[in-house]
Structure formats: C-alpha cells, structure tokens
C-alpha cells in the first residue's frame, strides 16, 4: 500500500455529470501507461447495497464475480478498464455504519463514545485503504458518489481531507464540475464551479484538478478565471466538452493532458505515451458501420435511461465487434398486447427480453417470445428473459394451460418456473439471491458451445426462480432443449430451441461480463445472428 497513490473524484454543481465516466477514463489512461489501478465508489446512501433499491431510484444493479450487488458505476469501469471489481470497490453508508455498529456491539471500542469523526471515517479510510493492499496497486481511483454540499458526504469528504492530510501528494482530488453556458448572455459561467470549489474548500479540501463538464469550448480567459478563483494551476482545468460517445471520454482526457496532470501531482515520473491502439480501433469500428440492424429490447423499465445499463453497452460492444449500427427499439412490454404486437416488433431484425422481477410487463414479454419464435427472429433472452420463454414455451407449445412462474402466481399448475429449493429457506430479502459467478457445462454441438468455443463457462447470476427440473424431458422431447447446466446444483442455465436460426434463454447475465476489450460472445453471435436474419441469409 505505501506506494499506492490515491486519485479522489468528487463532483459539484450538479448530479449525472458522468463521475462513473471521468473516474474509468483516467483509470484507463494510467492502465495504457502500464499501470495497475483499481476503482472504488463510496454511495452516500444508507441502503446496505443497491440491491433492494428498485431501478425507478437507482438504475441497474451491477453484479460483480463475487456476487456483490452494487452502483452501476462499477460495470463502467469494468467494461473501460477490462478489470474485474468485487464486494470492495462499493461501499455504502449502510456498511460502513452496520460495520462500526457491530464492533460496538462487540466492545470493540472499549468504552469510547463512538463518533462520525473518527469511528465512521476511520471505517471509511480503512476500506479505501483495504483495496489498495489486497490489489498491490499504483493508483485506487474512489469516486465519492453524489454531490459537495449533500449531508449525507460529508464523512466521505472528511476521510478524503484525512486521507490528504496524512499522505500529502500521496493524494490527487479531482472535481468534476459543470460550466454551463447561458444563452441569453452568450456565455459559458464559471461562477456555479466557484461556488462548489469553495464548498469543497470549507469542508478541508484543495481540489488539485479541476475536470469542467461543458457544452462549448473553454477558452483560455474561462481556464484562467477558474484557475484563479480555486486555487489551482491553469494546466490543472480540463475541459470535459459533451461526446458522441462515453468511449470517447478517455481520448478527449488524453488529448487534455488529465492522465500528465495526474502523474505530476503525484510525483510519478512521465515514461512514454499511453497505448490506446487496441481503444481506437474500436472506436473506428464504431463510428463505421457496415451495416445496421434493429433490435428489440422488451422490458418494463425501457423509458429509464440507466435500467438497462449493461445490456445497452453490451449492444454497442457486439455491434463494434460486428461493425454494424444496433439501433436498439425499445419495447414497454406492459403496453404490448395481441392488438399491437405486429406493429411493435415487425421490423425488428432481433429480440432481447430483459431480466427483471414482479409480474408487471410479463404478458407482454411472453408474446414477444413468441413473435420471434414463430418468426424465425433471433432471440436472447436474459433471466427472467429466458424463465418468460419457458412459459411460453409450455404453454403454447405443449398446451400446458396455464403454465407459470411460481414468483407470479403460485397455484399454477404448470410451475415450469419454480423457486429453488436452496432459496425456500431464506427469508431476508437483501444480498440473498443466488448471486455472482457459477459454473455452467455446455452440451456439444449446441448454439452455446460455438458461441463460446468452449464446454465450460462460468457467468454471473442474480435469481430465486429457475427451470423446474420435471419438465426438463417434456420440453426436450417438443424441441426445447437444456443446454448450459450447472452440474453440482442441477441448475439449467441454458435453453436452445431446435429448428430455430437463433434462440438462446440464459439464467445468467452475460451482459455484466461485457467489455470493450472482451465484447460478450453471446451478444456479438447474437448481432451477428441478427446481421444474417437482416440480410435475409437464414
Ligand atoms: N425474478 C426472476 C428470479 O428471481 C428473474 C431475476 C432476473 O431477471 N434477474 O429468478
């Protein structure tokens, strides 16, 4: 840890300035300058992990190997820095209290009153420093979530003075902010940034660069006045101007000097220039596309920007992979019915249903199943996904009237879709899902085998309901094949469909493991699979 330099990114002025983005983009620029660099966030809130928050408050949950439920932030830096994360590089108030609690609880404070200065930041400095032991790092970049002002930071912002304060130039604050540009005065304004620095500054805290989220250009009057009202050098203001992509982050921080600023604060000699070859052949990829197709994804949170999160980059990577345009249509599928359905998803070239859980939308979900498995549409299907293409299945198939999930209507006579059996015991609902990473053996010669090219995988799952094994051999026999298994818990992970081009249901979520280095094989067979269907080759 004693050589482990410490990047902290704050933001103010306003939220969803793209915190997550800014922090994955240094990180990958000092990654491409060979360095090892890890990102941790520290969510204010007081929820243990976002896990138990629906996507309405807090977007997509974000599931790590280790099975951890965390901020979405977290896949942002895994799919910019092809670094897995874990349990450790989220930490909440609710952990970081419940923690400090217990030892209390236990005596461990012998006596003490216990208080916010020092137990609570003590606690939070000690997990900060944690990750930067376990993982041998140069850099642990932490962004602190939400905004200099909020209550609920100020311990956070109290451990970073600390931090500080005791590892001087050991310690790099940067503060991402806005500078919005009025258009009746025709001007950018750098008086919201002043006003959040001297907020940042009142709390005990210099920001050594400032990163100024803008929709025009800085000039260097606006450089200078930002750097003489905050305390910093002119060098130190990087300009952030809106992007095509958030994959063009990391080139625009380049080309602003961010990753030199970082490394001349910390003392850390300059060798070369990052290599970001590999990072602008896929940008090239996706900026050029060949060919363009139109995929369906049906689910209930689609007019949430972030509800999806995953599976949307996941589009982007396959479609950069395959460099094709996925224009991606999204489908409330609490609004699709019989009357519809024709013109809701003609047109589309593929169709992913989204995992998700209550029964809201589900109607909707299995008619669009059953759309692309009549039509020949390539399908995938993500968890609750693939669990709504085994009930269609069953009932429109089989004839099995009726046929449910147990998790929507528990006097079903066909309970194709059943809790599993380790999941009845459990009571509490947080962190008590089958979560995180598990083997699956894939059966040879199926669609899931090639995808991968291998027999055996292992993804990420966040589920209580699984295919009910009694009917495994009912399915198989009208073409409804179980061909990913998980051999120690005979657990299907896996359905295929026979004589169908492409229908693939998994219980796990491929899209978590998507990057921008590693495109999920699934999603870029998938694209491809939807590239063929468009051209009309199968
Ligand atoms: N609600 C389903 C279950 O718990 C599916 C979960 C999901 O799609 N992530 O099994």
């Given at each position: 840890m004693s050589n482990t330099k410490f990047i902290f990114v704050t933001g103010g002025v306003a939220s969803s300035l793209g915190k997550g983005i800014i922090s994955a983009s240094i990180a990958k620029l000092l990654i491409s300058r060979g360095f090892t660099v890890s990102i941790q966030k520290l969510d204010p809130y007081i929820n243990i992990d976002p896990g138990t928050l629906n996507p309405y408050e807090h977007g997509e949950c974000y599931v790590t190997d280790d099975g951890a439920e965390t901020d979405l932030d977290l896949g942002h830096y895994e799919r910019f820095t092809n670094v897995p994360t874990s349990q450790a590089n989220n930490v909440t108030t609710g952990v970081v209290y419940q923690s400090v609690i217990s030892k209390e609880r236990k005596g461990e404070f012998l006596g003490e009153t216990v208080?916010?200065?020092?137990?609570?930041?003590?606690?939070?400095?000690?997990?900060?420093?944690?990750?930067?032991?376990?993982?041998?790092?140069?850099?642990?970049?932490?962004?602190?979530?939400?905004?200099?002002?909020?209550?609920?930071?100020?311990?956070?912002?109290?451990?970073?003075?600390?931090?500080?304060?005791e590892l001087g130039n050991s310690c790099i604050v940067v503060h991402l902010t806005l500078i919005p540009y009025l258009a009746a005065?025709?001007?950018?304004?750098?008086?919201?940034?002043?006003?959040?620095?001297?907020?940042?500054?009142?709390?005990?805290?210099?920001?050594?660069?400032?990163?100024?989220?803008?929709?025009?250009?800085?000039?260097?009057?606006?450089?200078?006045?930002?750097?003489?009202?905050?305390?910093?050098?002119?060098?130190?203001?990087?300009?952030?101007?809106?992007?095509?992509?958030?994959?063009?982050?990391?080139?625009?921080?380049?080309?602003?000097?961010?990753?030199?600023?970082?490394?001349?604060?910390?003392?850390?000699?300059?060798?070369?220039?990052?290599?970001?070859?590999?990072?602008?052949?896929?940008?090239?990829?996706?900026?050029?596309?060949?060919s363009q197709v139109h995929i369906g994804l049906i689910g209930k949170y689609v007019e949430l920007k972030d509800a999806y999160s995953s599976i949307n980059e996941?589009?982007?990577?396959?479609?950069?992979?395959?460099?094709?345009?996925?224009?991606?249509?999204?489908?409330?599928?609490?609004?699709?019915?019989?009357?519809?359905?024709?013109?809701?998803?003609?047109?589309?070239?593929?169709?992913?249903?989204?995992?998700?859980?209550?029964?809201?939308?589900?109607?909707?979900?299995?008619?669009?199943?059953?759309?692309?498995?009549?039509n020949g549409i390539p399908f995938l299907g993500i968890c609750l996904g693939m669990q709504c293409a085994v009930i269609e299945f069953g009932r429109n198939?089989?004839?099995?009237?009726?046929?449910?999930?147990?998790?929507?209507?528990?006097?079903?006579?066909?309970?194709?879709?059943?809790?599993?059996?380790?999941?009845?015991k459990i009571s509490g609902l947080g962190g008590t899902m089958r979560l995180g990473t598990y083997p699956c053996h894939l059966q040879n010669g199926s669609i899931a085998a090639d995808v991968y090219g291998t027999g055996n995988i292992s993804e990420r799952h966040?589920?209580?309901?699984?295919?009910?094994?009694?009917?495994?051999?009912?399915?198989?026999?009208?073409?409804?094949?179980?061909?990913?298994?998980?051999?120690?818990?005979?657990?299907?992970?896996?359905?295929?469909?026979?004589?169908?081009?492409?229908?693939?249901?998994?219980?796990?979520?491929?899209?978590?493991?998507?990057?921008?280095?590693?495109?999920?094989?699934?999603?870029?067979?998938?694209i491809e699979a939807a590239v063929d269907y468009a051209s009309g080759t199968k």
């Amino acid at each position: 840890m004693s050589n482990t330099k410490f990047i902290f990114v704050t933001g103010g002025v306003a939220s969803s300035l793209g915190k997550g983005i800014i922090s994955a983009s240094i990180a990958k620029l000092l990654i491409s300058r060979g360095f090892t660099v890890s990102i941790q966030k520290l969510d204010p809130y007081i929820n243990i992990d976002p896990g138990t928050l629906n996507p309405y408050e807090h977007g997509e949950c974000y599931v790590t190997d280790d099975g951890a439920e965390t901020d979405l932030d977290l896949g942002h830096y895994e799919r910019f820095t092809n670094v897995p994360t874990s349990q450790a590089n989220n930490v909440t108030t609710g952990v970081v209290y419940q923690s400090v609690i217990s030892k209390e609880r236990k005596g461990e404070f012998l006596g003490e009153t216990v208080q916010v200065i020092p137990h609570i930041t003590d606690e939070i400095k000690y997990r900060i420093k944690l990750l930067a032991n376990s993982g041998n790092l140069d850099f642990l970049i932490t962004e602190i979530g939400g905004t200099v002002g909020d209550i609920e930071s100020l311990p956070f912002i109290e451990a970073v003075r600390q931090m500080c304060w005791e590892l001087g130039n050991s310690c790099i604050v940067v503060h991402l902010t806005l500078i919005p540009y009025l258009a009746a005065a025709g001007e950018l304004k750098t008086k919201p940034t002043q006003h959040s620095v001297k907020l940042l500054q009142e709390q005990g805290v210099q920001p050594d660069i400032i990163v100024c989220r803008t929709e025009r250009s800085l000039n260097e009057g606006i450089r200078n006045k930002i750097a003489l009202f905050c305390n910093i050098s002119p060098s130190s203001v990087i300009e952030c101007i809106d992007a095509e992509s958030i994959y063009d982050v990391p080139i625009l921080m380049k080309k602003e000097g961010l990753d030199l600023e970082i490394l001349r604060k910390a003392d850390v000699p300059v060798i070369g220039e990052p290599d970001l070859e590999d990072w602008e052949k896929f940008l090239h990829k996706l900026k050029n596309p060949k060919s363009q197709v139109h995929i369906g994804l049906i689910g209930k949170y689609v007019e949430l920007k972030d509800a999806y999160s995953s599976i949307n980059e996941a589009f982007i990577h396959a479609g950069a992979a395959n460099e094709c345009f996925v224009d991606v249509k999204l489908v409330h599928s609490e609004f699709l019915d019989e009357s519809n359905m024709h013109e809701m998803l003609n047109g589309l070239d593929g169709i992913l249903v989204a995992p998700g859980f209550g029964e809201r939308g589900i109607e909707g979900k299995i008619l669009a199943i059953r759309y692309a498995r009549e039509n020949g549409i390539p399908f995938l299907g993500i968890c609750l996904g693939m669990q709504c293409a085994v009930i269609e299945f069953g009932r429109n198939v089989l004839g099995y009237k009726g046929a449910h999930s147990t998790e929507f209507d528990t006097s079903t006579p066909y309970p194709v879709i059943d809790m599993m059996e380790m999941q009845k015991k459990i009571s509490g609902l947080g962190g008590t899902m089958r979560l995180g990473t598990y083997p699956c053996h894939l059966q040879n010669g199926s669609i899931a085998a090639d995808v991968y090219g291998t027999g055996n995988i292992s993804e990420r799952h966040r589920h209580r309901f699984e295919f009910n094994n009694e009917y495994k051999e009912a399915f198989s026999q009208a073409g409804m094949t179980s061909v990913g298994l998980n051999e120690k818990d005979n657990l299907v992970e896996i359905i295929e469909l026979k004589g169908h081009p492409w229908f693939v249901g998994v219980q796990f979520h491929p899209e978590y493991r998507s990057t921008v280095a590693n495109p999920h094989p699934l999603f870029v067979k998938f694209i491809e699979a939807a590239v063929d269907y468009a051209s009309g080759t199968k």
